[in-house]
Nanobody, 114 residues
C-alpha cells in the first residue's frame, strides 16, 4: 500500500521560511515524478512545484525564486523549501507521487500571518 506522509507545516510570519517533507513507502520511488500542490481556503488545489525522476524542476510563477523542490531517492523523501513566505501562500500543502495513478499525502497546513 502506497503511503505519503507530509510534515513541516505550521504558522509563520510573512517573510519567514518553512521546509516541508514528504516520505513515501510501499512504492518504487526513484522513477516517478513528484509534486507539491496546495489548496487555499475556497480555492482549487494548484500545482506549486514538480520534480522529475531525473531532477528536472518546475515551479508555479507565484513561487519561482522563493520555493525549492528537491528529492532524495534513497530516503524516498521529497522536500519543499519555502522562503520569503507571503500570506497568500497559506493553505494545505500536499505531496503527490505521479505513478500509475496519483498518490496523495494527507496534507500539512501552512499558515502565513501578515
Amino acid at each position: 500500500q502506497v503511503q505519503l506522509v507530509e510534515s513541516g507545516g505550521g504558522l509563520v510570519q510573512a517573510g519567514g521560511s518553512l521546509r516541508l517533507s514528504c516520505v513515501a513507502s510501499g512504492t518504487i520511488f526513484s522513477v516517478y515524478p513528484l509534486h507539491w500542490h496546495r489548496q487555499a481556503p475556497g480555492k482549487q488545489r494548484e500545482l506549486v512545484a514538480s520534480i522529475g525522476s531525473g531532477g528536472t524542476t518546475n515551479y508555479a510563477d507565484s513561487v519561482k525564486g522563493r520555493f525549492t523542490i528537491s528529492r532524495d531517492n534513497a530516503k524516498k523523501t521529497v522536500w519543499l523549501q519555502m522562503n520569503s513566505l507571503k500570506p497568500e501562500d497559506t493553505g494545505v500543502y500536499y505531496c503527490a507521487l505521479v505513478g500509475p495513478t496519483f498518490y496523495w499525502g494527507q496534507g500539512t497546513q501552512v499558515t502565513v500571518s501578515s
